[in-house]
């Protein structure tokens, strides 16, 4: 089983609904992520959370909710999706040491239509 | 402000033959620098870091990253390029007193048989 777990792998949904994103890991690693992936842009971080009752906003939160249901999993919501959301999301963990190596789920593509 | 550039787009290497891609950063205080490479379809994965000592990193795969403080440079490089070795690669820097990742727009691969 992969150590990074996202669901769904691919989703396409209207614009205007919700839609929420999960991420499990087997790390045990109290740090995790979610990264947006877009062509040209690399990676933009859009929510962190280093512990269950600690979450943080990234560079570009607007239009995204989190959740931390428990240190191995973390949710992401599109509260009321837009087109420009349309993208490749990426859960990641890592250690609490901060070292920086990441573990990366496959990620989830969706198409806001 | 921190930042990471990845001058290359594209980088286009015939089967054996070395290959470098090119990352160069600017950071505060000392950098922890960092390679990811992306398969289609895959999370990025992990390669190599520098956080002290040694300016020639080995990592993954046959694959070595060479810093270089005085350019501000992490060029990552092979001494013989594989078909396999075509995929999509970031560099992120790390200030050592923050806790997130600054990803540069990735460079793309190609090697040619």
Redesign the interface.
């Known amino acids: 089983d992969a150590d990074?777990t996202q669901t769904p792998r691919n989703r396409i949904t209207k614009t205007g609904k919700r839609i929420m994103l999960e991420c499990s890991q087997t790390k045990g690693h109290d740090?995790m992520y979610w990264y947006r992936q877009d062509p040209?842009?690399?990676?933009?971080?859009i929510y962190?959370s280093?512990d269950v009752k600690d979450i943080n906003k990234?560079e570009i939160s607007d239009g995204y909710s989190v959740s931390r249901q428990a240190q191995a999993k973390f949710s992401l919501s599109l509260e009321s999706a837009i087109p420009n959301q349309t993208a490749l999301y990426?859960c990641?963990t890592s250690e609490s040491t901060?070292?920086?190596?990441?573990?990366?789920?496959?990620?989830t593509r969706l198409t806001v239509v | 402000a921190q930042s990471v550039a990845q001058p290359e787009?594209q980088v286009n290497v015939a089967e054996g033959n070395p290959l470098t891609v090119k990352c160069t950063y600017s950071v505060s205080g000392n950098p922890?620098l960092?390679w990811?490479v992306q398969y289609p379809?895959?999370?990025?994965?992990?390669l190599l870091?520098y956080?002290t000592g040694d300016n020639l990193v080995k990592g993954s795969y046959g694959f070595e990253a060479e810093f270089n403080k005085s350019q501000t440079s992490f060029h990552l490089k092979k001494p013989s390029a594989l078909v396999s070795d075509s995929a999509l690669y970031?560099c992120?820097v790390?200030d050592g007193s923050n806790?997130?990742?600054i990803?540069?727009?990735?460079t793309k691969l190609i090697i040619k048989p």
Do not use: E, M, P
């Open positions: 990074v740090r040209g842009l690399g990676l933009r971080l962190y280093f990234g990426f990641a901060g070292a920086g190596r990441y573990t990366f789920g496959s990620g | 787009d922890y960092f990811y379809n895959r999370g990025l994965q992990f870091k956080i970031f992120a790390r806790y997130q990742l990803w540069g727009a990735g």
